[in-house]
């Protein structure tokens, strides 16, 4: 461990994620803590909650001078949680990289995350730094499970993931922006070995989990639907849906897909002001109980053919922790001077298999999420 303890400061600190990344980290002995906002009183108001290790501070990602005022605050790493990240560029992870800092991500942005290692990779590693980018559910949880699920298998000819968020799990509007942004708008899939495009919240079909209730799901934009057919080399498919609790939220989102198909909807991320202050009347019809399932399908070891599934649940409003995980977990392991395993000690890179799904459990443990392997029957 460092007998200095490292500058951690947290942009988006007193947002959803932020907020909660930074309670995480507030009391870990190798972090100074800063947590960064626009609002000097929101920031100093949470950072007044963590213990003397933290402090609030005023920060426009946007304004001029971001590179100057990270090294005036000495700072190491940049979790930058200040999304949604679809309509940004680099500026952020560029100055960290000018500034000497360490950098890492929660975006979720399909071009984003993908054109990242490309972008950075060179200002990085001629800093001495390491950056990641999606260092979120997906694709660092996501690909810690196929990883574990598929370890000495011979073949992935399939991965389909849904996530299944508690109705009355606290929403951010950057959240909801980021999904109305491609809601009804084309997306490129890899299915039935080949690239097709699929309208991105339309045609909700229904997905089964371990321990909660049947719920429909519809096609998400994600860095995953790009990066794991590469990663894997999956033959057929690689799908990635989210299911709302509550039925009618679910086909209001369709609706909206098909009125941006259509064209009379053009830009429905407009609508997310107005849906995170009135999302809330569905929560009589919702639980406080979400979670996720990640199913593959290939040759194992001996060359029989799996299917396996990879289930998680959060009850009491908890899954929201869960995209704070790995962001949490690789600053920890940056503060305490670990390499992030298994390579890639500097540079740029997306946060697909950097961490083991053993690395999870802690976490999954400390808010009472529970886990199932199941062994599921193959198609004849």
């Given at each position: 461990?460092?007998?200095?303890?490292?500058?951690?400061?947290?942009?988006?600190?007193?947002?959803?994620?932020?907020?909660?990344?930074?309670?995480?980290?507030?009391?870990?002995?190798?972090?100074?803590?800063?947590?960064?906002?626009?609002?000097?009183?929101?920031?100093?108001?949470?950072?007044?909650?963590?213990?003397?290790?933290?402090?609030?501070?005023?920060?426009?990602?946007?304004?001029?001078?971001?590179?100057?005022?990270?090294?005036a605050h000495g700072v190491g790493l940049v979790v930058h949680t200040a999304g949604p990240?679809?309509?940004?560029?680099?500026?952020?992870?560029?100055?960290?990289?000018?500034?000497?800092?360490?950098?890492?991500?929660?975006?979720?942005?399909?071009?984003?995350?993908?054109?990242?290692?490309?972008?950075?990779?060179?200002?990085?590693?001629?800093?001495?730094?390491?950056?990641?980018?999606?260092?979120?559910?997906?694709?660092?949880?996501?690909?810690?499970?196929?990883?574990?699920?598929?370890?000495?298998?011979?073949?992935?000819?399939?991965?389909?993931?849904?996530?299944?968020?508690?109705?009355?799990?606290?929403?951010?509007?950057?959240?909801?922006?980021?999904?109305?942004?491609?809601?009804?708008?084309?997306?490129?899939?890899?299915?039935?070995?080949?690239?097709?495009?699929?309208?991105?919240?339309?045609?909700?079909?229904?997905?089964?989990?371990?321990?909660?209730?049947?719920?429909?799901?519809?096609?998400?934009?994600?860095?995953?639907?790009?990066?794991?057919?590469?990663?894997?080399?999956?033959?057929?498919?690689?799908?990635?849906?989210?299911?709302?609790?509550?039925?009618?939220?679910?086909?209001?989102?369709?609706?909206?897909?098909?009125?941006?198909?259509?064209?009379?909807?053009?830009?429905?991320?407009?609508?997310?002001?107005?849906?995170?202050?009135?999302?809330?009347?569905?929560?009589?019809?919702?639980?406080?109980?979400?979670?996720?399932?990640?199913?593959?399908?290939?040759?194992?070891?001996?060359?029989?053919?799996?299917?396996?599934?990879?289930?998680?649940?959060?009850?009491?409003?908890?899954?929201?922790?869960?995209?704070?995980?790995?962001?949490?977990?690789?600053?920890?392991?940056?503060?305490?001077?670990?390499?992030?395993?298994?390579?890639?000690?500097?540079?740029?890179?997306?946060?697909?298999?950097?961490?083991?799904?053993?690395?999870?459990?802690?976490?999954?443990?400390?808010?009472?999420?529970?886990?199932d392997v199941v062994e599921e029957a193959t198609t004849p």
């Amino acid at each position: 461990m460092s007998a200095t303890p490292l500058t951690v400061l947290v942009l988006g600190g007193y947002g959803n994620f932020g907020a909660r990344i930074c309670r995480a980290l507030a009391g870990d002995s190798s972090i100074h803590l800063l947590v960064a906002g626009r609002s000097a009183a929101r920031a100093q108001a949470l950072a007044a909650t963590l213990g003397p290790s933290a402090r609030g501070v005023a920060l426009d990602h946007t304004a001029p001078g971001l590179v100057e005022a990270l090294r005036a605050h000495g700072v190491g790493l940049v979790v930058h949680t200040a999304g949604p990240f679809q309509a940004q560029g680099y500026s952020v992870a560029e100055a960290a990289a000018e500034a000497g800092a360490h950098y890492i991500d929660l975006a979720d942005g399909r071009r984003f995350v993908c054109d990242f290692p490309a972008a950075l990779h060179a200002r990085f590693t001629a800093a001495g730094r390491t950056a990641v980018c999606g260092a979120s559910t997906v694709p660092a949880l996501s690909s810690a499970v196929v990883d574990h699920l598929c370890a000495g298998w011979q073949r992935i000819d399939s991965i389909d993931t849904c996530i299944a968020p508690a109705q009355r799990a606290p929403r951010g509007q950057a959240t909801l922006a980021a999904v109305l942004s491609y809601c009804g708008e084309a997306i490129a899939v890899w299915e039935q070995g080949r690239w097709q495009n699929r309208l991105g919240w339309a045609a909700p079909t229904p997905v089964q989990f371990q321990r909660l209730r049947p719920r429909l799901a519809a096609m998400c934009d994600i860095p995953d639907l790009e990066l794991l057919p590469a990663h894997y080399r999956v033959t057929q498919r690689v799908s990635f849906r989210a299911a709302l609790e509550v039925g009618l939220a679910q086909r209001a989102f369709a609706a909206i897909a098909a009125l941006r198909a259509w064209g009379v909807l053009r830009r429905p991320e407009r609508l997310a002001g107005l849906m995170h202050h009135t999302g809330g009347v569905f929560d009589f019809l919702g639980t406080p109980l979400g979670g996720m399932v990640v199913r593959v399908a290939g040759a194992d070891a001996e060359g029989a053919l799996r299917h396996r599934a990879w289930h998680i649940a959060a009850d009491n409003d908890h899954g929201p922790e869960i995209p704070c995980m790995a962001a949490i977990l690789l600053a920890r392991q940056l503060a305490r001077g670990e390499a992030v395993p298994p390579i890639l000690p500097i540079g740029a890179h997306t946060s697909t298999s950097l961490l083991p799904l053993d690395a999870f459990a802690p976490e999954f443990a400390k808010w009472g999420m529970l886990t199932d392997v199941v062994e599921e029957a193959t198609t004849p």
